[in-house]
């Protein structure tokens, strides 16, 4: 793939893409303590609308908190300095925030200079080919209970969005994707169904629409407007804990995020979930949610797809 014409914003600055990089022996980099978050940019008119921005920068910030990094920028600088990032990134699709610590360790203790922030905004085709691009979520979900539970809340919080708990969704989503499914379904500590492993996960069951809690699972920015659609359009909500046995009641699944906005799920290990997937209620919400995002919903459009300024 050729350069990537793309600028990054840095501590403050914009730097080209390839001058961005650290040291093989950062502390983040050997200890995971890298925390990011992701949030989509749709173009109106020329204009970049950020979804949820102010909620992704919310979310950025807890994780921050939660990993103990104090950082220099406060939400309202980090949005200025998203505007700024996208002003120099014509037509990116993704903002990709992260702060990270740069300086070297010999402890496990991140050395004592405030951690970097770098803002990346760019498109899909700028990192993936072409033919890559085309199979992405070119079918519906097809999901493998995952071996390893989701990490416990007790030992991670299902809140901060740290590459060091990404590890283990990666190593699972790897053996789910070397038996020909798509991604993972996590169970939590009780046998109960959380998530993917970047996605939150929705059922229908006796008639009602399902989510775990976010006291297990993230507080997932896509997860949360859906709900405000659920409701709006009168579906009836449970957000408690999914026992593993509704799974074999359920008539639709799908799951929500940043990358697949509402993807439905085919078939859950060896149990295929009803044809036509996705099934009404799920094709319903997938269809709001990109009305939202084009900037057409008068109600939920303006309350969602903020201005980066
Ligand atoms: N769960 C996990 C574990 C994730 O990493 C993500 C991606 N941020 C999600 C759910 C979906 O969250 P969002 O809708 O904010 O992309």
């Known amino acids: 793939m050729s350069a990537i014409e793309r600028e990054i914003w840095l501590d403050g600055s914009l730097v080209p893409w390839e001058a961005c990089s650290v040291h093989v022996l950062s502390q983040s980099l050997q200890r995971g303590s890298l925390v990011f978050d992701v949030m989509p940019c749709v173009w109106h008119d020329e204009h970049p609308r950020v979804f949820g921005l102010r909620e992704h920068v919310d979310r950025f910030l807890r994780s921050a908190d939660l990993n103990g990094m104090s950082l220099e920028h406060d939400r309202d600088a980090l949005v200025a300095a998203i505007g700024r990032t996208l002003a120099a990134n014509p037509g990116a699709e993704l903002v990709k925030i992260s702060a990270y610590h740069a300086g070297i360790s010999l402890d496990v203790l991140p050395p004592t200079a405030r951690p970097s922030v770098a803002i990346a905004a760019f498109a899909a085709a700028d990192i993936v080919a072409p033919e890559t691009l085309a199979r992405f ?24 969005k740290i590459a060091a ?15 020909d499914f ?3 379904l996590f169970l939590d500590e009780r046998g109960r169904v959380a998530e993917s492993s970047t996605q939150s996960f929705f059922l229908v069951a006796e008639g009602l629409l399902r989510t775990a809690p976010t006291d297990t699972v993230l507080d997932g920015i896509t997860r949360r407007c859906v709900i ?3 409701l709006d359009e009168g579906m009836g909500l449970k957000e408690a804990p999914i026992p593993r046995e509704l799974l074999d009641g359920a008539s639709e699944a799908f799951l929500t995020g940043t990358s697949t906005n509402v993807w439905g799920v085919s078939r859950i290990d060896t149990l295929e979930l009803p044809e036509p997937v996705p099934g009404p209620l799920t ?11 084009d900037g057409d919903d008068p109600v939920f459009s303006p309350r969602w797809m903020q201005e980066p300024r």
């Open 165 to 179: 708990g990404y590890t283990h969704a990666a190593v699972a989503k790897q053996r789910a994707r070397e038996s």
């Open 137 to 160: 979520h070119s079918r519906p979900a097809r999901l493998q209970i995952a071996e390893p539970i989701k990490m416990p809340a007790t030992v991670l919080s299902p809140q901060v």
């Open 182 to 184: 798509d991604d993972v």
């Open 228 to 230: 405000e659609l659920i």
């Open 283 to 293: 094709a319903r919400l997938a269809e709001r949610l990109q009305r939202l995002l």
